[in-house]
């Protein structure tokens, strides 16, 4: 879930907006607060924006979109479409190494999941209450 903003301008020759996106923390499914850090870097590229200062699209945080470039994805202000992705830094693990360390990571995981659903499945039938023998996961 994203946070999207877009503030509109005139100038002369075209329509200009502004789109900013993943910003603040989620609060519930359906509310995301922003922190006094967050309000200010939206608030200065903001300004900056408006007042024709140097501003520079930043991936995944803003994007300055004119009004062809709006209308090429038909009106549609999705701030994906026209802010991207914020650049990773390159840990430096080769592709294969990572996802063989992830993928192990994973596996035992799962494996100390089932030993935990075991006990608890255990301990509800010391006190009388049986769980199917089927994962709980599984429905």
């Avoid at 945080?61 to 994906?80: D, M």
Wanted: glycine letters at 8%; one cysteine or more; hydrophobic letters at 30%.
């Amino acid at each position: 879930m994203v946070v999207t903003y877009i503030f509109m301008h005139q100038i002369p020759s075209h329509v200009d907006c502004r789109l900013f996106r993943k910003s603040g923390t989620l609060v519930t499914r359906k509310h995301r607060e922003l922190s006094d850090e967050e309000i200010k870097r939206i608030y200065d590229t903001y300004h900056k924006w408006h007042d024709l200062l140097d501003c520079e699209d930043i991936g995944g945080f803003c994007k300055s979109a004119n009004l062809k470039e709006v209308r090429g994805h038909e009106y549609i202000l999705t701030p994906g479409r026209y802010v991207g992705i914020e650049e990773q830094e390159d840990d430096g693990e080769p592709f294969e190494e990572k996802m063989t360390r992830l993928t192990s990571d994973l596996a035992e995981m799962f494996a100390k999941s089932y030993k935990l659903e075991e006990e608890i499945k255990q301990r509800l039938g010391a006190i009388g209450y049986e769980v199917g023998s089927e994962p709980l996961w599984q429905e």
